[in-house]
């Protein structure tokens, strides 16, 4: 496979022309850069290779059509051919030509990698607008590589720049148009922008990619809920619920819909079941509480807010219903309009698309307490910091394990185990550019750490990737093997 990243190459460097039919030629071409820059990438190869038939001595274009194939149809054999004659043309040109090319592309190169790289680098730090600021000025160099794009898509998408992030996120898509994890952020991106009904089509297209993924699931229950369509949605969150038996927002979602059509006993059974896969989860303890009081069962009411108000006591509305039920007031009694479950939105949003809104409170279990209160009592020790992150890993609650380690990082910046140990539950979470990134820094500070080279090697082949790139898997394990490490060596995957 060839590099993607000799897209950036001035068209003015390889246009060798030779017209037969000079303005044909030229405007064919000039149809195939605009078509490429509104990531039409279908009708670009239709107007590159009508400008081929004009002029088939344009390096450019061979190039650009090589890439094409073989990265939008998968077209292997018409690549090489391309590919071929764009190599074919290069070794023609004088030696003089030849090194201003391979100038070009270096000093090129070397400067939108950089750039890139230090986008990269704002962005896991939260900065978003300087990296999207640092990415326009690298795509201006290299508009056409779909992974600068992508984290163009995402920059945008975090500032709330979502008509953006929507173009960037499918300009990526044209090239990668099976990666799951692009199509999920292009659906999120038109579900935030409020085009419902492209953000389903989006979503049933990452389905068809891969059936099992619980957050486009989710996402299709919640845009067909809101359509009225709560069967269908249903349907979705019984779905996720036998792929991911740990999900726990799909038992509080489908008890709500159960709720409103008055089958209290099945929303109370999923209820019970939310809250034994995730102890904390305050959102399905207070539709409990709602539950018991619609059906007057109030004892069991109050102690479902009491364990609520426990864990938050800012919890909307949950102070004024232990009020009434503990004074046994005239309030106490719901009004008709009221008998609907009370589901925040939070609850109904996965983290990818309001990384706020997963943060429940979980339980308070000794272990728990024991870790917490060491951490806090001895900052300093990296050890305490992984035993806490690995206990919540041990409850599901990845996102606070990654919480943990974020602050561990700050705290022991020169910790190899706890940069180890956040690269590898990043990669967990499938948040693979920063987990490779967190890897790449381990790697630039200390070049023989065999655990980095081991994991990016196994990054690099994972299959659900879109940083997919089997020539940096092998040269990582290479490296590995050159440093003593063998198959059997134990692999940091936290």
């Given at each position: 496979?060839?590099?993607?990243?000799?897209?950036?190459?001035?068209?003015?460097?390889?246009?060798?022309?030779?017209?037969?039919?000079?303005?044909?030629?030229?405007?064919?071409?000039?149809?195939?850069?605009?078509?490429?820059?509104?990531?039409?990438?279908?009708?670009?190869?239709?107007?590159?290779?009508?400008?081929?038939?004009?002029?088939?001595?344009?390096?450019?274009?061979?190039?650009?059509?090589?890439?094409?194939?073989?990265?939008?149809?998968?077209?292997?054999?018409?690549?090489?051919?391309?590919?071929?004659?764009?190599?074919?043309?290069?070794?023609?040109?004088?030696?003089?030509?030849?090194?201003?090319?391979?100038?070009?592309i270096s000093s090129q190169h070397e400067k939108a990698a950089g750039l890139f790289q230090d986008a990269l680098a704002y962005l896991q730090s939260g900065d978003n607008g300087r990296a999207r600021d640092l990415l326009l000025e690298a795509?201006?160099?290299?508009?056409?590589?779909?992974?600068?794009?992508?984290?163009?898509?995402?920059?945008?998408?975090?500032?709330?720049?979502?008509?953006?992030?929507?173009?960037?996120?499918t300009k990526a898509a044209g090239f990668f148009h099976e990666s799951e994890g692009i199509l999920f952020a292009l659906g999120t991106a038109y579900q935030q922008n409020g085009d419902e009904h492209a953000a389903m089509e989006t979503y049933?297209?990452?389905?068809?990619?891969?059936?099992?993924?619980?957050?486009?699931?989710?996402?299709?229950?919640?845009?067909?809920?809101?359509?009225?369509?709560?069967?269908?949605?249903?349907?979705?969150?019984?779905?996720?619920?036998?792929?991911?038996?740990?999900?726990?927002?799909?038992?509080?979602?489908?008890?709500?819909?159960?709720?409103?059509?008055?089958?209290?006993?099945?929303?109370?059974?999923?209820?019970?079941?939310?809250?034994?896969?995730?102890?904390?989860?305050?959102?399905?303890?207070?539709?409990?509480?709602?539950?018991?009081?619609?059906?007057?069962?109030?004892?069991?009411?109050?102690?479902?807010?009491?364990?609520?108000?426990?864990?938050?006591?800012?919890?909307?509305?949950?102070?004024?219903?232990?009020?009434?039920?503990?004074?046994?007031?005239?309030?106490?009694?719901?009004?008709?309009?009221?008998?609907?479950?009370?589901?925040?939105s939070g609850t109904k949003t996965h983290p990818a698309l309001k990384h706020a809104a997963g943060g429940i409170t979980a339980d308070s279990s000794p272990e728990e307490q024991r870790l917490e209160k060491a951490v806090e009592e001895h900052?300093?020790?990296?050890?305490?910091?992984?035993?806490?992150?690995?206990?919540?890993?041990?409850?599901?609650?990845?996102?606070?394990?990654?919480?943990?380690?974020?602050?561990?990082?700050?705290?022991?910046?020169?910790?190899?185990?706890?940069?180890?140990?956040?690269?590898?539950?990043?990669?967990?979470?499938?948040?693979?550019?920063?987990?490779?990134?967190?890897?790449?820094?381990?790697?630039?500070?200390?070049?023989?750490?065999?655990?980095?080279?081991?994991?990016?090697?196994?990054?690099?082949?994972?299959?659900?990737?879109?940083?997919?790139?089997?020539?940096?898997?092998?040269?990582?394990?290479?490296?590995?093997?050159?440093?003593?490490?063998?198959?059997?060596?134990?692999?940091?995957?936290?």
């Amino acid at each position: 496979m060839f590099a993607l990243t000799v897209f950036f190459i001035a068209a003015g460097i390889f246009c060798q022309h030779a017209y037969s039919e000079p303005d044909k030629s030229t405007a064919h071409y000039d149809a195939g850069l605009r078509f490429l820059n509104e990531g039409r990438y279908n009708d670009a190869i239709t107007e590159f290779e009508s400008s081929l038939q004009n002029d088939e001595g344009v390096l450019d274009t061979h190039l650009r059509l090589a890439h094409l194939y073989q990265f939008v149809r998968d077209d292997r054999s018409r690549a090489q051919y391309h590919y071929d004659a764009y190599m074919s043309l290069l070794r023609s040109l004088s030696g003089a030509d030849r090194q201003v090319v391979a100038s070009t592309i270096s000093s090129q190169h070397e400067k939108a990698a950089g750039l890139f790289q230090d986008a990269l680098a704002y962005l896991q730090s939260g900065d978003n607008g300087r990296a999207r600021d640092l990415l326009l000025e690298a795509v201006e160099l290299h508009p056409y590589d779909p992974m600068m794009q992508y984290n163009l898509g995402i920059a945008s998408h975090r500032l709330g720049l979502y008509d953006d992030a929507v173009r960037y996120y499918t300009k990526a898509a044209g090239f990668f148009h099976e990666s799951e994890g692009i199509l999920f952020a292009l659906g999120t991106a038109y579900q935030q922008n409020g085009d419902e009904h492209a953000a389903m089509e989006t979503y049933r297209k990452v389905l068809a990619v891969n059936p099992r993924h619980v957050q486009a699931l989710n996402n299709c229950a919640v845009l067909l809920e809101r359509a009225g369509m709560y069967d269908a949605a249903s349907a979705y969150y019984e779905t996720i619920i036998s792929v991911d038996p740990q999900y726990f927002r799909a038992y509080n979602n489908l008890a709500v819909l159960y709720a409103l059509r008055n089958n209290t006993g099945r929303a109370e059974e999923l209820l019970k079941n939310a809250v034994a896969v995730r102890p904390g989860y305050l959102d399905a303890h207070f539709n409990l509480g709602k539950l018991y009081e619609n059906t007057q069962n109030m004892e069991a009411a109050l102690e479902e807010y009491r364990f609520v108000c426990l864990y938050d006591s800012s919890y909307p509305d949950v102070i004024r219903r232990i009020s009434d039920l503990e004074g046994k007031s005239s309030n106490s009694s719901i009004s008709a309009n009221e008998k609907e479950m009370f589901l925040l939105s939070g609850t109904k949003t996965h983290p990818a698309l309001k990384h706020a809104a997963g943060g429940i409170t979980a339980d308070s279990s000794p272990e728990e307490q024991r870790l917490e209160k060491a951490v806090e009592e001895h900052p300093d020790d990296s050890g305490l910091y992984l035993s806490l992150a690995e206990y919540y890993c041990g409850q599901n609650r990845y996102d606070d394990a990654l919480l943990v380690l974020d602050n561990a990082v700050r705290n022991l910046a020169n910790s190899l185990d706890i940069r180890l140990a956040r690269a590898g539950l990043l990669a967990r979470q499938k948040l693979f550019y920063r987990a490779i990134m967190e890897y790449d820094a381990i790697i630039a500070e200390q070049p023989d750490c065999l655990q980095a080279h081991r994991q990016l090697s196994l990054l690099y082949v994972q299959y659900d990737n879109p940083l997919r790139d089997s020539r940096k898997a092998m040269m990582h394990y290479k490296r590995f093997q050159e440093l003593g490490g063998s198959d059997d060596s134990e692999n940091i995957t936290f």
